[in-house]
């Protein structure tokens, strides 16, 4: 059974930085193409960014193209996101996503595993 686990979220004021994690556990990490969404309320869950089961391939929002980066340690089962230079319009939940193929996705649907997601709110 996968598992994934969000961390790292919090308040934070804009302009600051934050890096979420989110560690997968159950089935092989590394042959996963993984990704991060994030939802606000009365909105869908929307893409943010993702990346291939081999860390390639990194592909972004264009709300947040250049300021956000998207990582992985396979060694660890380990995600990461990196967000630079924080805007209140990225105040959301987080979540981290799995896919079972390899390559990159944007699609919600393509995504077969999730994790419960964790708050990331940016005052003004």
């Known amino acids: 059974q996968v598992q994934l686990i969000e961390s790292g979220g919090g308040l934070v004021q804009a302009g600051d930085s934050l890096t979420l994690s989110c560690r997968g556990s159950?089935?092989?990490?590394?042959?996963?193409?993984m990704g991060w969404f994030r939802q606000v309320p009365g909105k869908e869950r929307a893409f943010v960014a993702t990346?291939?089961?081999?860390?390639?391939?990194?592909f972004y929002a264009a709300s947040v193209k250049g300021r956000f980066t998207i990582s992985r340690d396979n060694s660890i089962n380990t995600l990461y996101l990196q967000m630079n230079d924080l805007k209140p319009d990225d105040t959301a939940v987080y979540y981290c996503?799995?896919?079972?193929?390899?390559?990159?996705?944007?699609?919600?649907?393509?995504?077969?595993?999730w994790g419960q997601g964790i708050q990331v709110t940016v005052s003004s």
């Open positions: 990346i291939s089961n081999l860390g390639a391939a990194p």
């Open positions: 996503a799995a896919r079972r193929a390899s390559t990159p996705g944007v699609r919600r649907d393509l995504f077969d595993y």
């Open positions: 159950g089935g092989t990490f590394s042959s996963r193409a």
